[in-house]
């Protein structure tokens, strides 16, 4: 591949690319090595997902209202409800196949409705 070819958009996305397949190979060496962190494991994340994960990471133990998140992660920008669930969904199904030991609890105020989020990392059997 020619990068010099590519335009800056493209060499960006290549970058992009070409890091979280770095972290993704350094997060396995340290997990067969048995010095894997989860801090290492975020940081391999698409973008907007490490971004929502950190998040929460940084606030363990409390609930982060969605209008916190969208301010942090979306700079502002509203998401609803549906967005949410699909995300989440998709991070969940991230940190399946990357065995990340965390879990998203969604919490939801006494009439049902979404408020917010909080992570929980999972204890591992051994």
């Known amino acids: 591949m020619n990068l010099n070819a590519l335009n800056l958009s493209e060499l960006e996305a290549k970058q992009e690319q070409l890091l979280n397949a770095l972290c993704r190979v350094r997060v396995a060496l340290q997990r067969k090595k048995g010095i894997g962190r989860i801090e290492q494991q975020i940081a391999c994340l698409p973008a907007k997902q490490r971004d929502f994960v950190s998040t929460l990471w940084e606030a363990r133990g409390q609930t982060v209202e969605l209008m916190d998140i969208e301010e942090q992660v ?53």
């Open 74 to 126: 979306w700079n502002g920008e509203e998401k609803s409800p549906h967005y949410f669930r699909t995300f989440v969904g998709r991070i969940e199904e991230t940190f399946a196949k990357n065995h990340i030991p965390l879990f998203i609890d969604s919490i939801k105020q006494k009439n049902g409705d979404l408020m917010g989020y909080k992570i929980k990392k999972i204890k591992r059997q051994k």
